[in-house]
């Protein structure tokens, strides 16, 4: 580097000969660079230049830091910045994987073409089914809000809200994927790419782990005694006893989806009988998508080809029409050739285009919300209809005493009063009626309903219970099985080997058809 810096200077004042008999002033900061140039030839000779160094034992050091900072580039991020980034790049993200590739998963929508996806081939992801960047980018940076929590009490107030995304997050990511990595997975700076897989079992229950986080959030917020408020959220508008409602029915959650394997029924007992969950549609864990840009649902700024590739499924179609349902009116629209301009008309989901073209003109496309209206629309990360559709089956279960049907019929009208639907007069004692065939079988699957465009959830709980009834798709890449995983990406084989290699070796070569841990019964 000497050498280099040596070089330069002397080739820059031998080029300089219209300096003659000039002065100039070069700071130099290097002791060994300086003799070399005092003692250089350039001072002598009958040229008569008359060269003046200006030596400065500290101009290399001196404000160093301050001159070679970027004032508009802050050396760390605001809490306050991080959150809201968080909650909304997941919350937009995970919609438009909802709805391009967990919907057709959960069989809500078909794809007509690029649907790769649809047939089961889950390691092709194409418009959409690759979550798992999405969550270790947003897991990544909800730590660094965590660790700026607990290092400065400045930041305290973060500290809850950090705790339960984070639990939050780390349930989609392994519900989806399994064993993951976990407690070396999202270090921010300190990441290593080799970090080792945690058994999903320990992603639950050890220390630092789902339910742990959970009820450390609780603690924190309802120890926090300071007067500095939480900025940035975009979920409830800083108020605690907010976040204390979504810890709680995401409690009620994990426990459901935990039940298979464990006794959660005191658990849950307590939870119902201290209430303090999310109540109703006002106490909701969601933010609402705009009309416009920049802050609209991301399918009304894709080219109008990409929206028209999904369309109504036929489990949904016949699920809502068997309800009599007039949520498929919001949901979806009547199909291009209906003579009455009201029939709606399903496709069987994993065609195989290269077969078998669907015309677009016979079958239901997405509703306005989607696209033309989606200030309409929310990001969903926890609802009080959700929460007592939980609290319905952990009843019907027998795991908690309580009214199994009252709490039906409230998650029923909470559900459509969220998407915006006039709840018929008739319908809790017409079909949709809660003992009208199997009682369990109806909560699930008006959850099911509900969860429509919420990432993944609409699968992930027919993993978990079997409802509502899927069907068996029409160009399978997966022997005509429903995947009850999703797969590892390609780059972990590629970047984390030898951890890969162990998680694979596990699932049976990173097969879709190995189940988690909670559905091994």
């Known amino acids: 580097m000497m050498k280099f810096i040596y070089e330069t200077i002397a080739a820059w004042l031998s080029s300089r000969k219209e300096s003659k008999g000039k002065a100039i002033l070069i700071p130099v900061c290097s002791s060994s660079i300086r003799n070399r140039v005092t003692n250089s030839s350039w001072l002598s000779g009958g040229a008569g230049l008359l060269l003046f160094l200006s030596f400065s034992l500290n101009s290399c050091t001196k404000d160093f ?8 580039q802050p050396l760390s991020v605001q809490p306050s910045l991080l959150l809201r980034q968080v909650i909304y790049d997941y919350g937009e993200q995970m919609s438009y994987e909802g709805f391009t590739a967990g919907d057709l998963l959960g069989q809500y929508r078909t794809a007509l073409d690029f649907n790769l996806f649809d047939r089961h081939d889950l390691k092709s992801p194409q418009l959409g089914g690759n979550p798992w ?37 780390a349930g989609a990511l392994t519900d989806m994927f399994g064993d993951v990595p976990y407690s070396e997975g999202f270090q921010g700076k300190d990441v290593t790419v080799t970090a080792a897989y945690d058994n999903q079992q320990d992603i639950y229950l050890a220390e630092d782990g789902i339910f742990d986080n959970l009820a450390k959030g609780i603690a924190a917020i309802e120890g926090y005694s300071g007067a500095i408020p939480l900025e940035g959220d975009i979920l409830f508008n800083g108020d605690l006893e907010g976040w204390l409602r979504f810890a709680r029915s995401l409690q009620i959650k994990f426990l459901m989806r935990t039940s298979n394997v464990q006794d959660n029924a005191n658990a849950l007992q307590e939870l119902f009988d201290a209430s303090g ?41 016949d699920i809502l029409t068997g309800l009599n349902d007039p949520r498929i009116e919001t949901l979806f629209r009547p199909f291009a050739n209906s003579a009455t301009g009201n029939t709606f008309n399903g496709l069987l989901n994993g065609i195989d285009a ?40 952990a009843a019907e279960r027998g795991l908690i005493n309580g009214n199994a049907q009252a709490l039906y019929e409230t998650g029923v009208a909470q559900a459509f009063d969220y998407w915006n639907t006039a709840l018929p007069a008739d319908y809790l004692s ?46 399978s890449l997966n022997n005509d099985v429903i995947p009850v995983r999703m797969p590892y990406p390609a780059e972990e084989q590629a970047l984390n080997a030898t951890n890969y290699q162990v998680a694979a070796d596990k699932t049976n070569g990173n097969s879709i058809d190995a189940p988690v841990w909670w559905d091994n019964e």
Request: hydrophobic content about 35%.
């Open 65 to 72: 830091e301050e001159i070679n900072t970027n004032p508009n």
């Open 277 to 317: 969950y999310i109540a109703d549609n006002g106490q909701n864990a969601t933010f609402d998508f705009n009309s416009g840009e920049p802050n609209n649902f991301r399918l009304a700024r894709l080219r109008i080809g990409d929206f028209n590739n999904f369309v109504l499924s036929e489990t949904m179609h």
């Open 354 to 393: 290269t077969q078998n073209a669907a015309v677009l003109a016979d079958y239901s496309l997405a509703g306005t919300i989607f696209r033309e209206s989606t200030g309409a629309l929310d990001a969903n990360f926890m609802t009080g209809w959700e929460t007592h559709f939980l609290l319905a089956e």
């Open 430 to 475: 017409g079909p949709g009626a809660y003992g009208t065939g199997n009682p369990l079988e109806n909560i699930i699957t008006q959850k099911w309903i509900g969860n429509i465009i919420n990432g993944y959830e609409g699968w992930i709980e027919y993993r978990r219970t079997g409802f509502p009834q899927l069907k068996t798709i029409s160009a």
């Open 133 to 169: 960047p999405i969550l270790y980018t947003n897991l990544r940076d909800n730590e660094q809000i965590l660790r700026l929590a607990l290092d400065n009490p400045t930041f305290e107030v973060y500290e809850g809200p950090a705790r339960i995304l984070k639990a939050y997050m």
